[in-house]
Protein backbone atom coordinates (compact mmCIF):
# COMPACT_ATOMS: atom_id res chain seq x y z
CA UNK A 1 0.00 0.00 0.00
CA UNK A 2 2.80 2.21 1.31
CA UNK A 3 5.03 1.52 -2.40
CA UNK A 4 1.56 2.43 -4.30
CA UNK A 5 1.18 5.68 -2.50
CA UNK A 6 5.14 6.86 -3.15
CA UNK A 7 4.47 5.90 -6.61
CA UNK A 8 1.09 8.33 -6.55
CA UNK A 9 2.97 11.00 -5.47
CA UNK A 10 5.98 10.85 -7.58
CA UNK A 11 3.72 10.95 -10.63
CA UNK A 12 1.72 13.22 -9.01
CA UNK A 13 5.05 15.53 -8.31
CA UNK A 14 6.14 14.48 -12.58
CA UNK A 15 2.54 16.19 -13.57
CA UNK A 16 3.01 19.00 -11.31
CA UNK A 17 6.65 19.98 -12.85
CA UNK A 18 5.97 18.76 -16.37
CA UNK A 19 2.93 21.79 -15.98
CA UNK A 20 5.09 24.78 -14.91
CA UNK A 21 7.46 23.73 -17.36
CA UNK A 22 4.66 24.45 -19.95
CA UNK A 23 3.75 27.44 -18.25
CA UNK A 24 7.03 28.70 -18.22
CA UNK A 25 7.22 28.07 -22.01
CA UNK A 26 3.99 29.38 -22.82
CA UNK A 27 4.17 32.67 -20.68
CA UNK A 28 7.34 33.71 -22.72
CA UNK A 29 5.85 32.72 -25.43
CA UNK A 30 3.29 34.86 -25.04
CA UNK A 31 5.75 37.56 -24.40
CA UNK A 32 7.91 37.09 -27.96
CA UNK A 33 4.41 37.04 -29.77
CA UNK A 34 3.11 40.11 -28.33
CA UNK A 35 5.97 42.76 -27.73
CA UNK A 36 7.07 44.54 -30.51
CA UNK A 37 10.12 46.45 -30.58
CA UNK A 38 12.40 43.51 -28.64
CA UNK A 39 15.50 44.04 -26.04
CA UNK A 40 13.50 47.06 -23.59
CA UNK A 41 10.32 47.12 -25.28
CA UNK A 42 9.45 44.02 -23.69
CA UNK A 43 10.56 44.62 -19.80
CA UNK A 44 7.55 45.81 -19.16
CA UNK A 45 5.22 42.65 -20.39
CA UNK A 46 7.42 40.47 -18.68
CA UNK A 47 7.51 42.66 -15.25
CA UNK A 48 3.95 42.42 -15.74
CA UNK A 49 3.32 38.37 -15.92
CA UNK A 50 6.27 37.41 -13.49
CA UNK A 51 5.22 39.85 -10.77
CA UNK A 52 1.78 40.93 -11.27
CA UNK A 53 0.23 37.89 -12.67
CA UNK A 54 2.00 34.96 -11.54
CA UNK A 55 3.85 36.66 -8.30
CA UNK A 56 6.89 34.32 -9.18
CA UNK A 57 9.41 36.51 -8.06
CA UNK A 58 9.67 40.39 -5.92
CA UNK A 59 10.40 43.44 -7.76
CA UNK A 60 14.27 43.48 -6.12
CA UNK A 61 14.28 40.15 -7.38
CA UNK A 62 13.29 40.37 -11.21
CA UNK A 63 15.22 43.62 -11.11
CA UNK A 64 18.36 41.78 -9.63
CA UNK A 65 17.85 39.19 -12.70
CA UNK A 66 17.37 41.75 -15.27
CA UNK A 67 20.74 43.14 -14.32
CA UNK A 68 22.60 39.91 -15.03
CA UNK A 69 20.77 39.39 -17.65
CA UNK A 70 22.15 42.72 -19.19
CA UNK A 71 25.12 42.02 -17.95
CA UNK A 72 25.90 39.61 -20.59
CA UNK A 73 26.01 39.50 -24.50
CA UNK A 74 22.49 38.28 -26.71
CA UNK A 75 19.42 39.69 -26.48
CA UNK A 76 18.04 40.70 -23.04
CA UNK A 77 15.10 38.54 -23.49
CA UNK A 78 16.75 35.70 -24.29
CA UNK A 79 19.07 35.85 -21.43
CA UNK A 80 16.46 36.59 -19.29
CA UNK A 81 14.27 33.80 -19.92
CA UNK A 82 17.28 31.36 -19.63
CA UNK A 83 17.93 32.67 -16.11
CA UNK A 84 14.73 32.61 -14.66
CA UNK A 85 14.14 29.27 -16.31
CA UNK A 86 16.99 28.14 -14.77
CA UNK A 87 16.40 29.47 -11.77
CA UNK A 88 12.99 27.94 -11.72
CA UNK A 89 13.53 24.17 -12.91
CA UNK A 90 17.52 24.19 -13.65
CA UNK A 91 18.78 22.83 -17.20
CA UNK A 92 15.06 22.09 -18.47
CA UNK A 93 13.26 25.12 -17.28
CA UNK A 94 16.24 26.89 -19.09
CA UNK A 95 15.41 25.06 -22.16
CA UNK A 96 11.61 25.37 -22.46
CA UNK A 97 11.79 29.32 -21.25
CA UNK A 98 14.17 29.91 -23.69
CA UNK A 99 12.52 27.92 -26.41
CA UNK A 100 9.34 29.95 -25.56
CA UNK A 101 10.97 32.99 -26.11
CA UNK A 102 12.52 32.95 -29.00
CA UNK A 103 9.64 30.81 -30.94
CA UNK A 104 7.39 33.61 -32.04
CA UNK A 105 10.10 35.62 -33.85
CA UNK A 106 10.75 32.93 -35.65
CA UNK A 107 7.91 31.76 -36.65
CA UNK A 108 6.67 35.68 -37.03
CA UNK A 109 9.88 36.02 -39.69
CA UNK A 110 9.65 33.31 -41.66
CA UNK A 111 6.14 33.37 -42.42
CA UNK A 112 7.31 37.47 -43.46
CA UNK A 113 10.05 35.76 -45.48
CA UNK A 114 7.89 32.93 -47.19
CA UNK A 115 4.41 34.87 -47.83
CA UNK A 116 4.75 38.77 -46.49
CA UNK A 117 8.05 40.45 -48.01
CA UNK A 118 7.20 41.55 -51.78
CA UNK A 119 4.35 43.56 -49.64
CA UNK A 120 6.98 45.54 -47.46
CA UNK A 121 6.58 48.35 -49.40
CA UNK A 122 3.15 48.68 -49.43
CA UNK A 123 1.25 52.21 -47.88
CA UNK A 124 -0.97 50.13 -45.34
CA UNK A 125 1.85 47.72 -44.08
CA UNK A 126 4.43 50.85 -43.83
CA UNK A 127 1.96 52.96 -41.78
CA UNK A 128 1.03 49.63 -39.98
CA UNK A 129 4.71 49.86 -38.71
CA UNK A 130 5.17 53.38 -38.60
CA UNK A 131 2.32 53.70 -36.09
CA UNK A 132 4.18 50.66 -33.68
CA UNK A 133 7.34 52.54 -33.72
CA UNK A 134 6.22 55.32 -31.05
CA UNK A 135 4.45 52.65 -28.74
CA UNK A 136 7.88 50.67 -28.92
CA UNK A 137 9.10 54.16 -27.65
CA UNK A 138 6.50 54.18 -25.09
CA UNK A 139 6.99 50.96 -23.53
CA UNK A 140 11.22 51.65 -23.53
CA UNK A 141 10.63 54.88 -21.49
CA UNK A 142 7.62 53.09 -19.46
CA UNK A 143 9.90 50.05 -18.30
CA UNK A 144 12.72 52.74 -17.87
CA UNK A 145 10.40 54.63 -15.32
CA UNK A 146 9.22 51.56 -12.90
CA UNK A 147 12.58 50.59 -13.20
CA UNK A 148 14.21 53.76 -11.64
CA UNK A 149 11.59 54.32 -9.02
CA UNK A 150 13.95 52.99 -6.59
CA UNK A 151 17.40 54.40 -7.97
CA UNK A 152 15.31 58.40 -7.81
CA UNK A 153 14.84 57.81 -4.35
CA UNK A 154 18.20 57.48 -3.18
CA UNK A 155 20.66 60.16 -3.98
CA UNK A 156 23.96 58.48 -4.55
CA UNK A 157 22.31 56.03 -7.40
CA UNK A 158 20.73 58.89 -8.69
CA UNK A 159 23.86 60.72 -8.86
CA UNK A 160 25.40 57.59 -10.79
CA UNK A 161 22.53 57.19 -12.94
CA UNK A 162 23.25 61.23 -14.32
CA UNK A 163 26.74 60.56 -14.98
CA UNK A 164 26.36 57.31 -16.74
CA UNK A 165 23.75 58.57 -18.74
CA UNK A 166 25.81 62.14 -19.59
CA UNK A 167 28.82 59.38 -20.77
CA UNK A 168 26.66 57.54 -22.98
CA UNK A 169 24.56 59.83 -24.83
CA UNK A 170 27.52 62.97 -24.68
CA UNK A 171 30.73 61.08 -24.89
CA UNK A 172 29.36 58.57 -26.65
CA UNK A 173 30.90 55.38 -23.92
CA UNK A 174 30.19 51.93 -24.95
CA UNK A 175 27.91 50.61 -22.83
CA UNK A 176 29.80 47.53 -22.07
CA UNK A 177 32.51 49.91 -20.61
CA UNK A 178 29.75 51.83 -18.45
CA UNK A 179 28.35 48.20 -16.95
CA UNK A 180 31.60 47.01 -16.41
CA UNK A 181 32.19 50.73 -14.40
CA UNK A 182 29.07 50.49 -12.34
CA UNK A 183 29.78 46.77 -11.49
CA UNK A 184 33.07 48.29 -10.02
CA UNK A 185 31.59 51.10 -8.15
CA UNK A 186 28.60 48.44 -6.74
CA UNK A 187 32.11 46.33 -5.42
CA UNK A 188 33.71 49.89 -3.90
CA UNK A 189 30.97 51.05 -2.14
CA UNK A 190 30.70 48.34 0.49
CA UNK A 191 34.66 48.74 1.32
CA UNK A 192 34.33 52.55 1.59
CA UNK A 193 31.53 52.14 3.99
CA UNK A 194 33.58 49.43 6.27
CA UNK A 195 36.64 51.86 6.24
CA UNK A 196 34.32 55.04 7.55
CA UNK A 197 32.92 52.57 10.19
CA UNK A 198 36.60 51.68 10.88
Not at 21 to 38: D, H, N, S, V
Not at 41 to 48: D, F, K, N, S, V
Not at 83 to 104: E, M, Q
Not at 121 to 140: C, D, N, Y
Request: glycine share 8%; charged share 15%.
Amino acid sequence: MKVIKDKHSRKKSKIKVEKKLLEMFFLFFKIGAFTFGGGYAMIPLIRHELIMRKNWMSEDEFLTRLVIAQSFPGPIVVNFSLLNGYLFRGIKGGLFSVLGAILPSFLIILTIAVFLWHYHEHTMVQAAFMGIRPVVVALIVSAAYKLGKPIFQQRRLFVTFLLFLAGLILLNIHPAFVILLGAILGLLWPLKAARNEG
